[in-house]
């Protein structure tokens, strides 16, 4: 005569507990005490879809999903009196059935939630952080609230690559993506009136279904940005900084945001040389090369519409932010002339050597930045 509630499954994790006012996905299987099915939900292929404690459900199922977590298994038993009473359900259900429920939990949220974010990793530096018309790029798990898979760009091995806080977005990724630093990861939990709502995408997303997002985040810019230059080591003596038309000799390694190698001219065992300023390298290398002295260690982060754009090259994706680790070896210039520094001259000196004269003298040879290239 009393409604009956055996929990045959219980998760370990259960954050949340169904109150009355919930609105909740699950499966059932509906049966006599006979073992007769009367009804069940599988054999629909979707969900059954309701609100918790309003009146929309038999009273004892009603009182019987109150304090069921995601993926728990309840067997249900409830008296005619909080189920169809003496009238029953014609062709359905006879009067004064004792009816039995094997019950599954979905999903469950409330009108009231909010975006939950949950950051599980965070590096120790974090210079910038995500904010609303940035672009990012990221890779993601996602799945519904009992865990099952719904998509995933690690299995395109391709990242999503989007702008944030323009409606580009559900607008709980919107919300979730915002305050992020490159390599930091959050589990972003969306109740469905911030996701697909009623309809789902048509697709493997139904109805009112939460959605759960595990994401890394590998990169972000702003299409305001221009480079930025982090001085690393500066000599003590530059009696000449790099200018446009200059010709460079540097070494250097060359990473994405989040530290992965793309190329690196020590790999080589050469420098790259080139012009600076004259269009010959990506314009945030021209721009990040003027103004370096020989010896020089200095970053250059570049953002994409200063290296190589949406389409990306080689190893190179498309929209991604270059850092670029540099050490100057030597530059000049096409105009310049022989240098000399005179240090040391005798008092007597009469004799000067000129043109046509056998000269001894001993040297020791070396490249700009100071490395020797012979002695006598």
């Not at 190329?263 to 080139?274: A, P």
Request: proline share 6%.
């Amino acid at each position: 005569a009393e409604l009956g509630v055996e929990r045959r499954f219980v998760p370990e994790s259960c954050p949340r507990a169904v109150r009355p006012g919930d609105f909740v996905r699950y499966h059932y299987l509906g049966a006599f005490p006979d073992g007769t099915r009367f009804d069940s939900s599988y054999d629909r292929g979707s969900t059954f879809n309701v609100f918790v404690g309003k009146g929309q459900l038999i009273a004892g199922m009603d009182q019987a999903l109150v304090g069921m977590c995601v993926n728990e298994r309840r067997f249900v038993k409830i008296p005619p009196k909080l189920a169809y009473g003496n009238e029953g359900v014609p062709g359905v259900i006879p009067p004064n059935a004792v009816l039995h429920f094997d019950v599954l939990l979905i999903d469950l949220w409330n009108s009231e939630d909010e975006v939950q974010v949950q950051t599980y990793f965070k590096p120790e530096k974090c210079p910038r952080t995500v904010q609303v018309s940035d672009f990012v790029r990221y890779h993601y798990n996602g799945t519904f609230l009992d865990g099952t898979l719904f998509d995933s760009s690690h299995n395109r091995m391709r990242t999503y690559d989007t702008y944030v806080g323009i409606g580009w977005l559900i607008p709980g990724m919107d919300q979730g993506l915002l305050g992020m630093c490159v390599g930091e990861k959050r589990i972003i939990t969306i109740p469905p009136f911030l996701a697909y709502g009623e309809d789902g995408d048509g697709k493997k997303i139904p109805g009112q279904a939460s959605l759960v997002f595990d994401v890394v985040l590998l990169d972000l810019h702003n299409p305001k940005d221009g480079i930025a230059i982090e001085n690393q080591l500066v000599p003590e003596s530059c009696e000449r900084r790099s200018q446009t038309g200059d010709f460079l000799r540097y070494h250097y390694n060359g990473t994405l945001l989040d530290g992965t190698l793309f190329d690196s001219s020590y790999s080589r065992n050469r420098t790259y040389d080139t012009y600076v300023g004259k269009g010959y390298v990506i314009a945030g290398m021209d721009e990040g090369l003027l103004g370096v002295c020989t010896g020089e260690k200095r970053r250059i982060i570049i953002p994409p519409h200063l290296g190589y754009g949406e389409e990306g090259r080689g190893k190179i994706p498309g929209s991604a932010v270059l850092v670029f680790d540099i050490h100057v070896v030597d530059f000049h210039n096409p105009s310049d002339s022989v240098s000399i520094t005179v240090h040391y001259k005798p008092s007597n000196c009469t004799v000067l050597s000129k043109k046509g004269d056998y000269l001894k003298y001993h040297y020791n040879a070396s490249l700009l930045d100071g490395t020797l290239l012979d002695s006598t």
